[in-house]
Structures are given as structure tokens and as C-alpha cells.
């Protein structure tokens, strides 16, 4: 019998620790959120962004939690150039498209990708025959 009570007691302290591990990380990202909403928007990401078609047609109300959202974006991803280096300009554009695609779901529904890697497009030359 008092197997069972211990095997419980495992069981127990094994749940409330991933449920403890679960609360830390949902306070961090907490956390993060709000130092970023605090920040105000770069205008150098502005400036950028003007370049953009998709982003002159949008409402003032979606660019301003788009601006957010690309943010958070450039904050928590890391970015990789095969063979180039990598630019603001490119960190915004990639956040910007990212963003858009995720401008309906909630800020803190965290996605799974943790690195973009950035390889440059070749063209090729061909000849005509």
C-alpha cells in the first residue's frame, strides 16, 4: 500500500514541477510582451516598411499591431545568411510577410521556428541557342 502512496507523491511532484516549468516560461514571454509594447517603433523599420506595397493598402489599426507582431518577431528569432550578411532591411521584410500571415492569431501563441536561414537567390545566365 505504501508503494502506491509513493508512486502517487511521484507522480504528483513530477506534475506540478512541468506545470511549475510551464508557468515560468508563459511569465517570460509575458514579460517580453509588455517591454516591447512599451518601446515605441523604429523609423528606420518604418522607413522600410513604406517601401511596401501590402503595407501602404492596410489600416492604421493593423499597422500599429503589425508593428508589434514584427517586433516580437525580430526579438525572438535568430537569423542565419548562407554566404550574405544580413540587414535590418531583411530581418523587416522577412518579420513584415511573417507577420501578415499571422495577423489573425493571437500575439502569445508561440510557433516552433526559432531560426531563419536567409540564402541568396543566383541567376543564372543562359545562353540562346
Do not use: C
Not at 39 to 64: G, S
Amino acid at each position: 500500500m505504501t508503494y502506491y502512496i509513493l508512486l502517487f507523491q511521484l507522480l504528483f511532484a513530477l506534475i506540478s514541477l512541468f506545470l511549475f516549468w510551464q508557468s515560468v516560461g508563459y511569465f517570460r514571454r509575458l514579460r517580453r510582451y509588455k517591454k516591447l509594447k512599451a518601446t515605441p517603433f523604429p523609423t528606420e523599420y518604418k522607413n522600410i516598411l513604406k517601401n511596401i506595397h501590402h503595407y501602404n493598402a492596410m489600416p492604421a489599426e493593423l499597422k500599429l499591431k503589425l508593428h508589434l507582431s514584427i517586433l516580437l518577431f525580430i526579438e525572438q528569432k535568430e537569423f542565419i545568411g548562407a554566404k550574405m550578411t544580413i540587414t535590418n532591411e531583411i530581418k523587416v521584410i522577412i518579420a513584415f510577410y511573417s507577420s501578415l500571415m499571422r495577423l489573425g492569431f493571437e500575439l502569445y501563441e508561440k510557433d516552433q521556428t526559432n531560426t531563419i536561414i536567409i540564402y541568396q537567390l543566383r541567376s543564372r545566365a543562359y545562353k540562346k541557342s
